[in-house]
Every structure is written in structure tokens, then in C-alpha cells.
């Protein structure tokens, strides 16, 4: 399996295939509040849950851009990373967030993980960068993000949190991960619980309709 591709060093323009401009990624400008936004978007079968484990119990909303960054946010309008259409403050935006357990909060704050969109499959793969053990079950495969989404968040945001998880651990080899449109499985959870619907191509986030009881017979 090939290394992870990575971004050089300094940052200049973002690059085509995780903007905006043409694409069908999300809308750029948005009325729904933060929490409101993800609430909506990061349910599944009816309930709100983590985007990496599926857990549905202490969960939460969490920035990708701390929500204290303002600075951060306007520079990265300013040179393009997000349109200008975007929410003048991150924590105000829902497409600079996902809900997660709080156990993948802390990891994600604690900067052992990194979520990298792939736009080849479209997806966004969760990446192991520290080598955390609880954390390699998730290795490699796509969480539950739908970049058709009008919530969907920036691809340019993982970037940057990309590149601080890699400077937080400067010793680390490149992760291996498969890449390919043919091999960029969704994690367990999601296809074991049929959150996501192949016909359609997009997650079931309503209640499931109860099981048709109508052709049991009664006994004779």
C-alpha cells in the first residue's frame, strides 16, 4: 500500500480538488447556526452520533478551526482556504465542525489523529498519525461525513489540521494507507448498522420504518 501523499511546506494556494469553485461540495453561504447545522447533518437512523465510532452517548460538537481562532479564520478568508460566504467566526460555522464521542474529541484536540479528504473516492479517511493503539481500528477508512452535504465541512480545514497533528509529532514515518477509489472503506459501524444506503449513495439519517407484520399469519 502507498504512503499517504503529503502537503508542502509553506502553503500557498489551495489546491483545486479541495475547493469550492465548480463543485457540488457544499453551499457556500449558510443561515443554519453551528449547532443546529451538524446536529442535522451528523445523524444517523435517527439519532446523533460520533462521525468516527457511531457512538451515540456522550457526544460532542466539535471545531476543526478552534472556535478562540478568529485570527486564524479571517486569514484563511483572506488567502481563500474558505469562501468568503462562510460565517465571519468559526464557532459559528457548521461546516468548521463534526460531532464525536468525547473520547475522540480528546484525541482529536490532543492532535493523535487527522482526517484527510480523499477526492478521489470523496470521502473523508481517518488517519492514525500517532499510532495510538485504541485508535487503529479506525485507520484508513472513511467516517461518517457526506461531502454532498450542504453542511459538509471544508476539505481545506482538514489540511490544517493535518499539519498541526503532523507537527505535534515530528518523529512519526508516513502512515500507509490505501487511497484508491476501489479501496476506501467506510468504518465497521456504518456498513454493519446499514447507515449508509448503497442505492443512493448517501447516509440513512431517519428512524427506520418498524418491520411489516402483516403477512404473519395468526395461528390457526
Not at 457544499?26 to 457512538?55: M, Y
Not at 495510538?132 to 461525513?145: C, V
Not at 459538509?152 to 515530528?170: D, K, M, Q, T, Y
Amino acid at each position: 500500500m502507498p504512503p499517504l501523499s503529503t502537503f508542502s511546506l509553506p502553503l500557498s494556494a489551495l489546491p483545486a480538488e479541495y475547493g469550492w469553485i465548480d463543485r457540488d461540495y457544499s453551499e457556500l453561504a449558510t443561515t443554519t447556526d453551528f449547532n443546529t447545522g451538524i446536529d442535522e447533518r451528523d445523524t444517523f437512523l435517527g439519532a446523533r452520533a460520533c462521525v468516527i465510532c457511531g457512538n451515540t452517548t456522550s457526544l460532542r460538537r466539535c471545531h476543526i478551526i478552534p472556535a478562540e481562532e478568529r485570527e486564524t479564520w479571517s486569514n484563511l478568508r483572506a488567502r481563500g482556504w474558505i469562501p468568503q460566504q462562510a460565517e465571519k467566526h468559526p464557532n459559528l460555522e457548521p461546516r468548521n465542525g463534526m460531532i464525536m464521542c468525547v473520547d475522540h474529541q480528546l484525541a482529536f484536540n490532543a492532535k493523535h489523529f487527522f482526517v484527510r479528504f480523499v477526492p478521489d473516492t470523496r470521502r473523508f479517511v481517518f488517519i492514525n498519525y500517532s499510532e495510538n493503539p485504541s485508535l487503529q481500528p479506525f485507520h484508513g477508512k472513511a467516517i461518517a461525513l457526506d461531502i454532498n452535504h450542504r453542511h459538509a465541512p471544508f476539505p481545506s480545514l482538514c489540511i490544517i489540521h493535518e499539519l498541526r497533528v503532523r507537527g505535534f509529532n515530528p518523529f512519526k514515518l508516513q502512515p500507509i494507507v490505501t487511497v484508491t477509489p476501489d479501496d476506501s472503506p467506510w468504518q465497521d459501524w456504518i456498513m454493519s448498522n446499514g447507515v449508509f444506503n448503497n442505492d443512493s449513495g448517501t447516509f440513512n439519517r431517519s428512524i427506520p420504518p418498524p418491520p411489516d407484520t402483516t403477512a404473519i399469519s395468526a395461528p390457526g
